[in-house]
């Protein structure tokens, strides 16, 4: 029976899960919290909070010490006044220009002041400068006398050679350089003292010589030379006004900047003598000028020779250099410290982007030999005074040698084949003598090193066959190049003529595969390096 207003809520139906049935799946929740409800994950996740709140204290605690210390660094410098005084750097972070520092230099600023508006007696001029005048006579000294020279870098070598100049008689004397004098300037620097560490090196040679030569006029650029700048930094005597300069000196120790001016003066007819490497060079007798391409066992050198043939100039420029050949004992470039190349980016380690890093052992005379010897090539080409540079001429002479006998050598190895070999013509210049034995060879064999009594040879015997062909500029020929060429001695050049070129033998099986390989190596350099010739 029905009962009338009443409702019934429907009954639950309970179902039991059978083995065939699928279950439900788990939740991301549901996993969640059966993960946080796991032991191991629960002391995990203390000990990663507790390592988050430890780091974060310590650098917290770190970033406030460091606060402190740099409050307290501010703190310790005084404010500006009379005594203490504030420059600007320069744009390299150097010191600028700073003021006469002391009653000596006042007295030696005001009396050159006076000195070079004409208020100093030239009777007195002629007797400090009675040695020079006596020894070049009345008309060369004259010539001196009235002399504009620019010295670009002012460290050991610039520095002697400025004040060599300026104690012989030049008059004008213009000076480039960024650098500021340094304690470790002092073991070769020719003029700065303990007392100028800090100050531009340009400022530091003016000064200091003034109080030597007051009469000599200075202009100087507290800068980097740069290319863009040329024409003001090379420029003629009082802003373009006056004389154009007698001579640039490269005192330069950056290559790039080195090969930049350089290959400037040479294109635009400016006479400039370069200094090598004075650097791991201990033997004074040693030093000689000579033509650019005449340079040897220098890397300094090397380099310079390479880049500037990459731009077209193979000769034509005058360098003081050493033939002081490295060896067991000597010193060597200071290799950079291991825990600055792991560093990374070891470039940002020098003073200025592409310049040198390492430190250069250099021991404070040998500077002072090139600059000297550069200032006495100076003095000499100016007044004309006889002087002779024999480097340049003793390589000439042996770059004729040994093209002499590479040309008798191709001759007697087509006689050899095809009999009638007279008026032979090999497409090899005295130029390429010089370009392989210095620049790819280093000037020295390939076999055993020795820098004597050298020439060039085939390193292998041709394909075809040593032939004779007629129509290189009309003559009687072979197929040579250069590449092909190896530097040794004589005595080794004959024993591979004997039993390589002529007796079948290959090279490996004579010299060994280093050997081989070495050469393979100074080839591949010749491949790369001639594209640019």
Known sequence: MQRSGILRRPRKQVRF??????????????????????????????????????AG???????????????????SISELNESDHAQMLTEFGGAALPPNTGKEDERAAALARR?????????????????????????????????????????????????????????????????????????????????????????????????????????????????????????SWNKGQGRKPDYVVDAIDNIHSKVALLQYCHENGIKVVSSMGAGCKSD??????????????????????????????????????????????????LPLPEEESQKGKVNELSI??????????????????????????????????????????????????ILSTLQGMEERLARREVGDAFGLKIPVTKDDIGYLVEEVYRGKSIISGLPTRLTL????????????EENWEGQKSVRLSLNELVCMTKEEAAMHEKEILKGGKTPESVYGEDVARLVERRREEERHYHQYR
Request: charged share 25%; net charge neutral; hydrophobic share 40%.
């Open 17 to 54: 899960a059978t083995s065939s049935e699928p279950e439900a799946p788990e939740t991301m929740a549901s996993w969640i919290d059966r993960q946080f409800s796991n032991h191991n994950v629960q002391l995990a996740a203390v000990a990663l909070l507790s390592g988050a709140a430890v």
């Open 57 to 75: 204290t310590i650098y917290g605690t770190q970033a406030i010490r460091r606060k402190e210390r740099v409050d307290e660094l501010k703190a």
């Open 115 to 235: 000195a070079q508006q004409g208020d100093y007696d030239e009777d007195l001029i002629a007797e400090q400068l009675t040695r020079t005048a006596s020894f070049l006579g009345p008309d060369r000294f004259t010539l001196l006398r009235d002399s504009f020279v620019i010295v670009v870098g002012l460290g050991g070598v610039g520095s002697h050679c400025t004040s060599a100049l300026a104690r012989s008689g030049v008059s004008r004397i213009r000076l480039i350089d960024f650098d500021q004098v340094t304690l470790s300037s002092l073991n070769r620097h020719a003029v700065a003292m303990l007392a100028d560490v800090g100050i531009p090196k340009v400022e530091c040679v003016r000064r200091r010589l003034q109080a030597v030569v007051p009469w000599v006029k200075w202009e100087y650029f507290n800068e980097v030379w740069k290319q863009d700048q040329a024409e003001k930094l090379l420029g």
């Open 284 to 333: 004074p007798t040693r030093v000689q000028v000579g033509d650019i391409s005449a340079s040897v066992e220098d890397p300094l050198s090397r380099v310079t020779r390479r880049k500037l043939r990459a731009a077209g100039i193979s000769e034509g420029i005058p360098v003081v250099f050493s033939t002081e050949k490295p060896g067991p004992g000597k010193a060597e470039l």
């Open 352 to 401: 200025l982007p592409d310049f040198r890093a390492r430190i250069l052992p250099v021991l404070g005379t040998m500077p002072a030999v090139f600059g000297y010897t550069i200032a006495n090539f100076i003095v000499c080409e100016i007044t004309g005074y006889p002087h002779e540079n024999g480097a340049g001429k003793l390589r000439e002479k042996m770059y004729e040698n």
């Open 457 to 468: 040879v085939r390193w292998k015997a041709p394909d075809g066959g040593f032939k004779i």
